[in-house]
């Protein structure tokens, strides 16, 4: 599925043995980012995700479509686009929504509000170096069931709609 793996193996096939010109050394080093990348792929995975990689040697550009099978989105399809930065697994991936959405923790404009996130987070739940990607996989899918979160909300207008008037709040994110 994904190639850099079987790049790197083709790559030392080719070449042979370490070779003591450096310009090959050199082009041959993978970084840390790529190979946690491979590494962690392949539990990306869950039963309401999809997870697609365009250009399958960008491992750190790919796109996640969150499925909600329950809830108030249940039903709906949401893209997110996720860039993992070269100082991974330093920093977080950086995240946003593809999908126009009326949702209290994603703005019209693509930005998410999930503390896992952000480096720095208040209440102490913010991104650390012993988070995965798998944490970012299932963060997303969960902000559209049990962290769904109206009492601090990113969308202001979307949260109080929705208190206000579940019915038409769902009519509006779905764009009915």
């Known amino acids: 599925m994904l190639t850099l793996a079987s790049k790197l193996k083709r790559d030392d096939g080719v070449r042979g043995p370490r070779a003591s010109n450096p310009a090959s050394d050199s082009t041959r080093r993978v970084s840390v980012r790529d190979k946690l990348l491979v590494k962690g792929e392949r539990n990306l995975h869950l039963c309401t995700c999809k997870v697609n990689f365009p250009d399958p040697n960008k491992l750190h550009n790919f796109q996640l ?97 929705h208190l206000r008037d579940k019915v038409s709040g769902l009519i509006k994110a779905w764009g009915s």
Request: hydrophobic share 35%; proline share 7%; with cysteine.
């Open 65 to 161: 479509t969150v499925i909600p099978d329950e809830g108030y989105y249940q039903g709906g399809k949401f893209q997110f686009e996720i860039e993992v930065p070269d100082a991974y697994n330093m920093v977080p991936p950086k995240v946003k929504c593809s999908t126009r959405i009326w949702h209290p923790n994603i703005t019209e404009t693509g930005e998410i509000c999930l503390s896992l996130l952000r480096e720095h987070s208040i209440d102490g739940t913010g991104w650390a170096p012993t988070r995965t990607l798998k944490d970012v996989v299932w963060g997303l899918n969960s902000l559209f069931t049990d962290l769904l979160n109206f009492d601090d909300p990113l969308n202001i207008e979307a949260a109080e709609h």
